[in-house]
């Protein structure tokens, strides 16, 4: 069950109803967020409670809710959530929001061209990891905070935001120094005390879905980051693991449309590590928009052939400004819009 508090409730009344709670044999967790105070509870008797506390007069609102990602539910928010990115860009509306960089930021150069090459296509947001979660110890593990420090400055001369992993809660408030989103990967989806470090700041959080992690699983880890009071969290489908092997991982399409139903917060779909195939990424990136995400984290590397990670998977510059210039026309069959909309004719045209 959730109680909305009325927004006049202070900390008194907030206390009352706590109490009131107890006696009532109820568990109650308070959250205090941008959506205002919000209790949730747990325990005793469902109906009487219902009841009961329906009368006090500091409650606006008592939402009886079924499902265990309570806060994460559409039946705690009837209408999506749009999640501000700051200079009028923003996720989870009728724009489909782009992200797209290399695996890894490997030096100030390639990060810099290539972010000046994904903002000319119409990308919104610069993705590239700084700290690297690699299958083996011996793999490349990033640039750490010099690498942050490259995303920034590539931000800066763009305009772009900054999406980049964080992979330990330590390295939180360090990476949110210079990124505008935190992404969780598929291999931190379950680290619980990563999400709830996150929750305890305000900055968006991109949460990747686990490789082998059911939806209401996924669905509890973003509940982990909300609980904690920050409800600007966008889920990434990236692919599950399944017995087909001609594919790094197969992208679960329907989980978009079926978290949209659950869950107002927006979902994107990351073609890149969903298929491992740089080949199969626009009709990937064509499924995701048609089935109804908000957007896309598209790996792109100057020379996908050089790269340190994830080289088979990405685009080169070409390829990329191809792919936007065919979802330009997609999206608007979608009757979604594309950041190419608001680029010149000239800029439009011009393949890389
Ligand atoms: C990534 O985005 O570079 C990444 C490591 O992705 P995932 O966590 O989905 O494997
Ligand atoms: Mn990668």
């Known amino acids: 069950m959730i109680l909305m508090m009325k927004r ?89 929001i782009v992200m797209a960089g290399p695996c890894a930021v490997e030096s100030e150069k390639m990060l810099f061209t290539i ?63 210079y990124a505008d989103i935190l992404q969780v990967g598929a291999r931190n989806m379950q680290n619980y005390s990563l999400l709830r470090k996150l929750g305890k700041q305000q900055k968006p959080v991109l949460l990747k879905r686990g490789f082998s992690a059911t939806i209401e699983e996924w669905l509890m880890s973003a509940e982990y980051i909300l609980a904690e009071g920050n409800f600007n969290v966008i889920l990434c489908e990236r692919g599950i693991r399944t017995f087909e092997t001609y594919t790094r991982n197969t992208l679960d399409i329907s989980a978009v449309p079926l978290v949209k139903n659950l869950s107002h917060l927006p979902v994107i779909v990351d073609p890149s590590h969903s298929s491992g195939d740089s080949r199969l990424v626009p009709a990937l990136s064509r499924a995701a928009i048609a089935s109804g995400a908000d957007g896309l984290l598209i790996e792109v590397h100057p020379h996908p052939e050089e790269a340190f990670c994830d080289g088979n998977q990405s685009l080169n510059p070409r390829e990329f400004q191809l792919l936007m210039n065919d979802l330009a026309d997609f999206t608007r069959a979608c009757e979604r819009t594309l950041n190419t909309d608001n680029l010149s004719a000239k800029n439009f045209v011009k393949a890389i």
């Open 8 to 96: 006049e409730a202070d900390k008194t009344a907030v206390n009352r109803v706590e109490k009131q709670l107890e006696q009532m044999g109820c568990r109650s967790v308070t959250i205090r967020s941008s959506e205002g105070v919000i209790i949730s509870v747990t325990g005793g008797n469902r109906s009487e409670c219902l009841q009961d506390l329906a009368l006090l007069p500091e409650i606006e609102r008592v939402i009886d809710v079924t499902v265990p990602y309570k806060l994460a539910s559409r039946e705690i928010k009837k209408e999506k959530s749009m999640l501000d990115l700051q200079d009028g860009v923003s996720i989870g509306g009728k724009e489909v």
């Open 115 to 177: 972010a000046e090459q994904v903002a000319r296509a119409g990308a919104r947001v610069l993705r590239g990891g700084a700290f690297k979660p690699r299958t083996s110890p011996y793999s490349f593990q990033g640039l750490e905070e010099k690498g942050l420090k490259i995303l920034a400055e590539a931000g800066k001369r763009t305009g772009l935001k900054i999406v980049t992993e964080v992979i330990s809660p330590q390295d939180v408030e360090l990476v949110a120094c």
